[in-house]
């Protein structure tokens, strides 16, 4: 075993090189680990690579990383020189082992800034050390600052190419803007599938589950699509990690941003509302205006508008409905779990929120049409059981499990002749949800005392309980 400074110089070069010829001879290593080797048994390299795994005895690491540290401190210190090529070996050698060591990444970012190395090589290097250390925070800063460099040169290459594009073919230039597209989707799919790794592996990795919700702030701002495709992905995730409170709070942030870009006010209205419902009212005041053409296109974009604001707010509605749902199966499925009842109570909260918030701008729209979503109070006692037992009287069904009545009609607020739009809901076969209720809740609780003897249990339903009579029981 190497024991002089001689001996352990060239036992580190020997691991680099091997670690560098590795990744020549297989690009496609996926995951790196520690093989358990307390002392080197044979003359042999300590770097094992099997198919697209790669493993480093033990016993060299020792060695490795203490003499490593010290030369780049050296480096950065200016008192030992190393090349661009020695310092991309040594950086990606320490670095798979331990991704904590902040001067190893600062003199990666150095290299790439100067074109040293590429950033995709810098994310799949962070993405092998996050297959050993999936919370390591100083691999997910600098996956972020990487990612922050292929956004600035996309939007320099943007910015490039509309100063030049008088002389520059539309077809060339129209190619590049797709190009540039899917590179940035193909990142932002990697980036998903890197953050679902790291979770699975560590529970509760909130460093991992941080950086999606960034990557999706920074890379899909106001891409539903992107949104809804994440949010139903991760339930199958969250069913089967159940006590994930991260897990849970990263759903709560897909929802909170649908509902944030379902309810914005089309572009068409935001900006001439005032006018277009005069129009309107002088419209319907005097049939002599009828004959005017404008203020029949202002009908029709008010008339566009206001259906996709009510389609928007049936879709919310069906989010938080299927959400709320979810959360059922998942309490009555795995019980004694606290992640579970603090999601229940989030989403809750949300929809209660989002309901107030829709009230006032359809009363701030002058009452326009809008779906009816029954106050959280209405009808509703404090009381568990006498709320219970209203949860369905006089609407003529009966709750299953504490959820709400199926045969509940959806209203549709100062409309008194039938809408032609809801013929239209019909037809596609989209009938309008019914939104969550705070008597369903009382009473999916009392089915829970009810039926359940897990003791866990039966304390997060008591404390739900609680949390209802305080935060709803006293409003108006």
């Known amino acids: 075993m190497a024991e002089s400074e001689e001996e352990v110089d060239v036992l580190v070069k020997r691991v680099v090189k091997d670690i560098t010829n590795a990744f020549k001879r297989n690009p496609n290593i996926d995951e790196i680990g520690v093989i358990p080797c307390p002392e080197a048994r044979y003359n042999r390299s300590p770097i094992v690579l099997v198919e697209n795994k790669l493993g480093v005895e033990s016993w060299c690491v020792k060695f490795l990383l203490p003499y490593v540290h010290n030369k780049l401190l050296l480096y950065r210190q200016r008192k030992h020189w190393l090349d661009r090529e020695a310092l ?33 090589k810098d994310l799949y290097l962070g993405k092998l050390a996050l297959t050993k250390f999936p919370k390591s925070p100083e691999t997910w800063i600098h996956r972020r600052w990487v990612l922050q460099q292929i956004l600035r040169q996309f939007s320099t290459v943007g910015h490039s190419r509309k100063q030049q594009q008088q002389n520059d073919a539309e077809q060339a230039d129209a190619e590049r803007s797709q190009q540039l597209r899917d590179h940035l989707a193909r990142t932002l799919h990697q980036e998903m599938k890197v953050c679902c790794d790291a979770a699975c592996r560590y529970p509760s990795n909130y460093n991992a589950w941080s950086h999606r919700i960034w990557v999706l702030q920074h890379m899909a701002v106001g891409n539903i699509k992107v949104f809804h495709d994440e949010l139903s992905s991760m339930r ?103 992640a579970l009842w603090s999601h229940r109570r989030h989403v809750f909260y949300l929809w209660h929120q989002w309901r107030r918030e829709h009230q006032r701008r359809c009363s701030s729209n002058g009452g326009g049409e809008s779906l009816h979503v029954n106050d959280c109070n209405d009808g509703c006692s404090s009381d568990p059981q006498k709320a219970a037992n209203q949860s369905c009287a006089g609407r003529g069904a009966e709750a299953v499990n504490g959820q709400r009545c199926a045969n509940d009609a959806m209203e549709v607020d100062g409309a008194s002749l039938p809408d032609p739009r809801d013929s239209k809901r019909l037809k596609r076969g989209v009938l309008p949800p019914e939104p969550p209720a705070l008597s369903s809740e009382y009473g999916f609780v009392s089915s829970t ?16 309980r609680k949390w209802l009579d305080t935060v709803f029981g006293q409003q108006p």
């Open 449 to 464: 005392l009810d039926n359940c003897c897990n003791p866990e249990q039966r304390r997060f339903a008591v404390a739900y």
């Open 236 to 338: 199958l995730w969250v069913s089967m990690h159940v006590s994930d409170h991260s897990g849970f709070h990263y759903r709560q942030f897909l929802l909170k941003e649908l509902i944030a870009e379902l309810s914005q006010t089309p572009a068409s209205t935001t900006t001439t509302t005032p006018p277009q419902r005069h129009s309107i009212t002088v419209t319907n005041s005097s049939p002599h205006h009828h004959s005017h053409t404008q203020p029949n296109r202002d009908w029709s974009a008010e008339a566009a508008g206001d259906e996709e604001r009510q389609l928007g707010a049936t879709t919310v509605l069906q989010l938080l409905l299927q959400e709320m749902e979810l959360c059922s199966d998942l309490i009555q499925s795995f019980p004694g779990h606290e």
């Open 88 to 120: 991309v070996d040594i950086t990606s050698t320490v670095l798979l082992l331990n991704p904590d060591f902040t001067t190893a990444w600062n003199i990666r970012k150095e290299l790439l800034q100067c074109g040293v190395v590429n950033p995709e």
